[in-house]
């Protein structure tokens, strides 16, 4: 992996990949789990890859890539009660780079990679039990897709880790809605520090070390809020109410990842 890329090539991709393709001018990225046979299991919102509710779905829609009006055989729909789909690898790209999101990175290169969304210190498990993990919410769902709290990063990190983050008041697992959420809050928790800096450059420096402090408290690797939880008993337990993987009130969001 390097400093300022994870960009790879196609035929380097190995079951259990954890993949994803930046769209509209590097606003957001995609994410998917590569299971093989050039073939990518992702979460999406209704089928989808927005997820705001709001007028910026529009925008996003008419300045990302072109999607054909000519059904691809080889894709999935997603199903009637859930968005988790199925496609080739050109469709999942849409045209886009290919980037590998990396595992079990140190802390040096974590807060090196500014954005959010690339990385993370957590350990990918097999990539048996990924793949796994993947084809088994392919056909049994992710429950409701949710910008901040359950979108497609949170997924792939989902099928990588098995970790699940519960506590329905905080983020999910998505450096992606850490990094959006992460900057403002970096800037307003600075403000208070401003009498102990001299000039602009210190409210700066002050800002850039409380962001990268809150990602790397937030990341799936160091969060103490998750628990482990098998692929089959977590949709055992969405299908009987047991568990809510989202929280329906959190109101209409600003930017998606997913």
């Keep these: 992996m390097g400093l300022l890329s994870n960009r790879v090539d196609r035929d ?14 590097y606003i957001y990225a995609h994410h998917g789990i590569y299971v093989g046979d050039n073939k990518v299991i992702h979460f999406t919102r209704r089928g989808q890859e927005f997820g705001t509710g709001t007028v910026l779905d529009v925008l996003l829609v008419s300045s990302g890539p072109a999607r054909s009006q000519v059904p691809c055989s080889t894709c999935t729909p997603p199903g009637e009660a859930h968005s988790v789909v199925s496609s080739c690898l050109n469709c999942f790209l849409l045209g886009g780079v290919l980037y590998r999101f990396e595992y079990s990175v140190g802390p040096t290169l974590f807060l090196a990679k500014a954005r959010g969304g690339t990385c993370t210190l957590a350990v990918s498990d097999p990539p048996d039990i990924v793949v ?5 919410l392919l056909n049994n769902g992710f429950g409701c897709y949710n910008v901040f709290k359950n979108n497609c990063e949170d997924f792939a990190i989902y099928c990588k880790t098995g970790l699940l983050v519960l506590d ?7 450096g992606q809605a850490v990094s959006i959420i992460g900057g403002p809050l970096a800037a307003v928790f600075s403000t208070p520090l401003r009498l102990v800096t001299t000039n602009v450059y210190g409210m700066a420096a002050t800002a850039v070390g409380v962001y990268c402090a809150s990602r790397y408290a937030a990341d799936i690797g160091m969060r103490r809020d998750v628990v482990k939880m098998s692929a089959e008993d977590l949709t055992t337990r969405l299908a009987v109410g047991t568990l809510q993987v989202v929280d329906s009130s959190l109101p209409a969001v600003l930017l998606p990842t997913s």
Excluded: E, F
């Design 132 to 136: 796994h993990r993947a084809n088994h």
């Design 12 to 25: 380097s991709l190995k079951p259990g990949d954890h993949i994803y393709s930046w769209r509209s001018a």
């Design 168 to 174: 329905q008041r905080t983020l999910g697992q998505s």
